[in-house]
């Protein structure tokens, strides 16, 4: 008995040690996270606040670029924030319905005449489908 005192007095645990260790780990993981979630937040407005600058395409600030941004970050989100995105877009240059979907289309590189785009100038289109099922996005180039 006396020999697993002396023992336990010579190693004093390590537990604590390991624990410790561990949270800083954990605590500088935690940290990481916010900063990129955060840079990604940020990136997603600032593109978005551009596109909506540009109603029609006819400024020509809606770029490729932007598209792709939108288009990867929507391709990440479930339903209910895809909705949000799409709230956060602007009105679009474009709504039809076919069978029970609506189509709302934003045009990239758009010919303008006072303001208007013309309907076929377009280099581009962003769109966004919603039925009862699903919601996505997609583009199109001519």
């Known amino acids: 008995m ?8 010579n190693n004093p645990p390590t537990m ?4 410790k260790t561990h949270y800083k780990y954990l605590w500088v993981i935690s940290v990481v996270i916010c900063l990129s979630s955060c840079s990604r937040i940020f990136i997603e407005v600032n593109v978005i606040n551009k596109w909506k600058s540009d109603p029609g395409g006819c400024k020509e600030i809606r770029n490729w670029e932007q598209m792709q941004s939108i288009l990867n ?4 989100l479930d339903r209910k924030n895809k909705l949000k995105l799409y709230s956060k877009l602007g009105l679009p240059d474009k709504i039809t319905y076919h069978k029970g979907q609506k189509r709302s289309i934003y045009y990239l590189g758009c010919k303008c005449e006072n303001g208007i785009p013309i309907v076929g100038t377009q280099e581009g289109e ?3 489908t919603q039925d009862s099922l699903r919601v996505y996005f997609s583009f199109e180039t001519y």
């Open 126 to 128: 962003l769109e966004f």
């Open 73 to 76: 970050y929507a391709n990440g």
């Open 16 to 19: 604590k040690i390991v624990r």
């Open 2 to 9: 006396a020999r697993l005192l002396e023992i336990r007095r």
